[in-house]
């Protein structure tokens, strides 16, 4: 049995066509997709084909190609990429007959192009000087590859352009038997200028990076010392352009989406449930609840905690249902008290924008036991920014409207209210979802009984622009606020403006 790791950014229009060319593989093959939290539709078209999908914890190809290798359940694993659609039909006969042959440990893959110039500029040249042993290799840099996952777990995975580079060199350094292997015609999209830049810096960090660690000859490195090593940091948006969006539905994950308790089935999972269950009977500070709750998953792998949230039945009808929503005009995410890894994996699933959730701390991919409440989560009492903040996922309205001026009234929240009402309360409209608690009907503002979201469509009403007279909804809360008394009022104000008209139209008439 073979492992498929296929990590993808962004690679909607090519994800598929990969999957279907490596399942022509006549051996029994696990096709895993790890999504490096993309913005197009790459998640929706890999489920399509019926491959297990993984959010990764991190931006970066690395930490991409390190959390399959702990998602495989096989000794050989195979990596390949998402975006290139000219693979052979027995692409991985060919990377793996030499680990099924007992010939190699690791398979490099060469092909029919010239090779790059950051191979043939940056990485042979300081691969001829500090490891001549692999200046054979035709090409280096490339990113099909296989081996077994006994050497994979054993290795560095750069999170850069090093990532493939770093690899080679650490196979050889642990003694595994390494060859390359020729898989045809590769066809993928050429690189700017910029790129290339970034590609030439990074693996020429890798390799001198790797050469330190075997203290090689110290006048070797002096020399080469002059090569520009500076690394670019890149930051990206957890809400994923949420900010250019004026309407927006909060989904609460462990009431409206997931079907059973993650935390509970997680627990079960890892045999801690004695001790969730004595946290929460023990404790009744939110925070220290949450905190001591994340510790009982110290080292834990991401893998691990993805595979119990992709075991949870989800409401059947969600995905669809966002999917509208979003053509309305919607912005949509995930609120929970549980961990944002699993949080940012169902959002990906399900086609969301953005997440509301704690940060599980993860060291290479591994769960430290800490947990971060972020900031949006918090709220300072009155007595000033010294006195201790108290958690209340409330917050987040407000948070939301100062960051991204989307005002409460616009925002619909989707919740059972089992872990309070504050949001069924605050939102611009509240709608209780499959919810079992008595009180709940006098708090929300709309009631879905479930099991089906389909009726939350009716409740977010097509967006304002195609009709001409643009007036906002007026929700059960403005009415309380506006008062019988303001309705009539304004009922009245209607129909004198209507017959006002109505006697305008008439003495046009006689005029005429």
């Known amino acids: 049995m073979?492992?498929?790791?296929?990590?993808?950014?962004?690679?909607?229009?090519?994800?598929?066509?990969?999957?279907?060319?490596?399942k022509k593989t006549a051996r029994k093959v696990e096709i895993i997709i790890v999504d490096d939290n993309s913005r197009d539709n790459t998640v929706e078209e890999a489920m399509k084909e019926g491959v297990r999908v993984i959010t990764s914890s991190q931006r970066g190809k690395g930490i991409s190609m390190r959390e399959?290798?702990?998602?495989?359940?096989?000794?050989?694993?195979?990596?390949?990429?998402?975006?290139?659609?000219?693979y052979p039909d027995n692409i991985v006969e060919l990377l793996t007959d030499p680990i099924v042959n007992d010939e190699a440990d690791f398979v490099k893959s060469y092909f029919q192009r010239q090779?790059?110039?950051?191979?043939?500029?940056?990485?042979?040249?300081?691969?001829?000087?500090?490891?001549?042993?692999?200046?054979?290799?035709?090409?280096?840099?490339?990113?099909?590859?296989?081996?077994?996952?006994?050497?994979?777990?054993?290795?560095?995975f750069e999170n850069d352009y090093g990532v493939d580079i770093g690899l080679l060199i650490d196979m050889h350094v642990l003694g595994a038997r390494i060859t390359e292997v020729n898989i045809g015609k590769v066809e993928n999209a050429m690189q700017t200028w910029e790129q290339l830049s970034k590609m030439s810096r990074e693996v020429s960090r890798t390799i001198l990076h790797k050469a330190?660690?075997?203290?090689?000859?110290?006048?070797?490195?002096?020399?080469?010392?002059?090569?520009?090593?500076?690394?670019?940091q890149m930051e990206y948006s957890i809400l994923e352009s949420i900010d250019k969006l004026h309407k927006m539905v909060i989904f609460n994950l462990d009431e409206a989406?997931?079907?059973?308790?993650?935390?509970?089935?997680?627990?079960?999972?890892?045999d801690c449930e004695v001790s969730l269950q004595q946290i929460q009977e023990h404790y009744s500070d939110p925070i220290t609840i949450l905190e001591h709750t994340a510790s009982l998953f110290r080292d834990r792998?991401?893998?691990?905690?993805?595979?119990?949230a992709d075991a949870i039945d989800v409401v059947p009808d969600i995905k669809s249902v966002v999917t509208e929503l979003k053509k309305?005009?919607?912005?949509?995410?995930?609120?929970?008290?549980?961990?944002?890894?699993?949080?940012?994996?169902?959002?990906?699933?399900?086609?969301?924008?953005?997440?509301?959730?704690?940060?599980?701390?993860?060291?290479?991919?591994?769960a430290t036991g800490e947990l971060t409440i972020p900031e949006y989560f918090l709220q300072h009492n009155e007595e000033g920014q010294d006195a201790l903040p108290h958690y209340n996922k409330r917050h987040i309205l407000s948070y939301i409207a100062d960051k991204y001026h989307v005002m409460p009234q616009n925002i619909i929240y989707v919740g059972s209210g089992a872990d309070g009402s504050d949001l069924l309360k605050e939102a611009g409209i509240g709608v209780a979802f499959d919810s079992r608690i008595a009180y709940i009907e006098k708090v929300a503002d709309k009631i879905i009984p479930g099991p089906y979201m389909l009726p939350l469509l009716s409740?977010?009403?097509?967006?304002?622009?195609?009709?001409?007279?643009?007036?906002?909804?007026?929700?059960?809360?403005?009415?309380?606020?506006?008062?019988?008394?303001g309705l009539v009022a304004l009922a009245g104000a209607s129909l004198v403006y209507l017959a006002t008209r109505q006697l305008k139209k008439n003495e046009e008439l006689i005029n005429n």
Do not use: W
Request: aromatic share 8%; glycine share 6%; with cysteine.
């Open 328 to 366: 309305r005009g919607y912005a949509c995410g995930l609120v929970t008290d549980g961990f944002e890894c699993v949080a940012r994996h169902i959002k990906n699933k399900l086609g969301m924008d953005f997440v509301f959730a704690n940060r599980l701390h993860l060291y290479d991919s591994v």
């Open 212 to 232: 330190e660690h075997m203290n090689l000859p110290q006048e070797n490195l002096e020399t080469l010392g002059n090569i520009n090593l500076i690394r670019e």
């Open 257 to 270: 989406v997931f079907t059973e308790d993650y935390m509970e089935l997680a627990a079960a999972a890892f």
């Open 115 to 156: 090779a790059g110039r950051v191979t043939q500029l940056v990485a042979k040249p300081l691969l001829s000087i500090l490891f001549p042993d692999l200046a054979h290799f035709q090409q280096p840099l490339s990113g099909m590859i296989a081996g077994h996952k006994s050497f994979l777990s054993r290795v560095q």
């Open 459 to 485: 409740i977010a009403q097509a967006s304002p622009e195609k009709f001409r007279l643009k007036l906002p909804p007026i929700s059960k809360k403005q009415v309380r606020r506006i008062g019988i008394g």
């Open 301 to 308: 792998n991401l893998a691990e905690l993805l595979e119990v």
């Open 68 to 86: 399959g290798l702990m998602a495989a359940k096989y000794d050989i694993v195979v990596y390949v990429d998402g975006d290139i659609l000219t």
């Open 2 to 22: 073979i492992s498929i790791v296929i990590p993808v950014l962004n690679e909607g229009a090519t994800v598929r066509q990969v999957i279907r060319t490596v």
